[in-house]
């Protein structure tokens, strides 16, 4: 039997009523919504199939626009006052069951006014609604799907769309680390091909500065730079000492101190 039961009223917003059975199945599927004679088989009988549907299902829907109340029945009084009006009835049905009844009430319909309920439907007065507007349809209809999935634990079992979400959240994963992979084999074919030279070795992830093949004195950190070399022998090699790196670039040059054959 169906989780869901869409009760509406014949006159009062049957397209919003239908708009609404149609999302659900298509996201929780057709054999879970209960929409009026749409889910009563040929030749079974109409007031025993609307009962024993209310009667098992989880939750009803009761849809509700702004002529809901005013709607009259074939005597001219209003249906909402027949005993035994179909809409009145459903409603009557799960309210006595205990069963969770969500009225939505659709475009401009306001918070329904006990006065104008039955006895046996003030109660529905009391329950927590949800809005439907047609110009925010797409909206309404995911908003009003997720929290079924979330007060109902077996349709939110059969959640089309989350299982489409997780689907695409997998296939994203998948798809991340060869993209991580390719990035980084880019980078490393960069490396090889732009590194030659330079000062000293690399190491970390090349997220510093890089100085290639330099032709005078480089200072990419901060503080002072003293560049101090020293000629030994026959004047090759050079000896850099610096302090942290920053500022202006100091150079000093001289040779090496001769020493007597004494020491001295």
């Not at 702004?66 to 006052?81: F, N, Q, S």
């Not at 104008?116 to 007065?125: H, Q």
Request: proline share 4%; net charge negative; hydrophobic share 35%.
């Amino acid at each position: 039997m169906p989780d869901v039961f869409v009760n509406y009223r014949t006159g009062d917003e049957e397209s919003a009523a239908t708009m609404i059975a149609r999302e659900l199945a298509r996201r929780f599927g057709g054999e879970r919504i209960f929409f009026a004679s749409n889910s009563i088989e040929l030749g079974h009988r109409f007031p025993v199939e609307l009962v024993r549907a209310v009667e098992e299902c989880e939750a009803l829907l009761a849809v509700i626009g702004p002529r809901w109340a005013e709607v009259r029945g074939t005597d001219g009084r209003p249906a909402l006052e027949a005993e035994q009006d179909w809409t009145r009835r459903e409603i009557q049905t799960a309210l006595e069951r205990g069963i969770l009844v969500i009225p939505v009430l659709v475009g401009k319909a306001t918070r329904i006014d006990r006065a104008v309920l039955p006895d046996d439907l003030r109660e529905l007065a009391d329950c927590q609604y949800r809005r439907f507007d047609h110009r925010n349809a797409e909206s309404d209809l995911t908003a009003l799907g997720d929290a079924l999935a979330r007060l109902l634990p077996e349709l939110g079992a059969v959640d089309g769309d989350a299982r489409a979400a997780r689907e695409r959240a997998e296939a994203k994963s998948r798809k991340k680390p060869a993209q991580d992979i390719q990035h980084t084999r880019m980078r490393t074919r960069d490396v090889e091909q732009r590194v030659r030279g330079g000062i000293g070795n690399l190491n970390g992830d090349l997220s510093g500065t890089f100085v290639n093949e330099p032709q005078g004195p480089v200072n990419t950190g901060r503080g002072h730079q003293y560049n101090a070399p020293h000629f030994q022998g026959d004047n090759t090699g050079v000896q850099f000492t610096a302090g942290d790196n920053s500022g202006t670039v100091h150079q000093r040059f001289e040779r090496e101190r001769r020493r007597s054959d004494d020491g001295r």
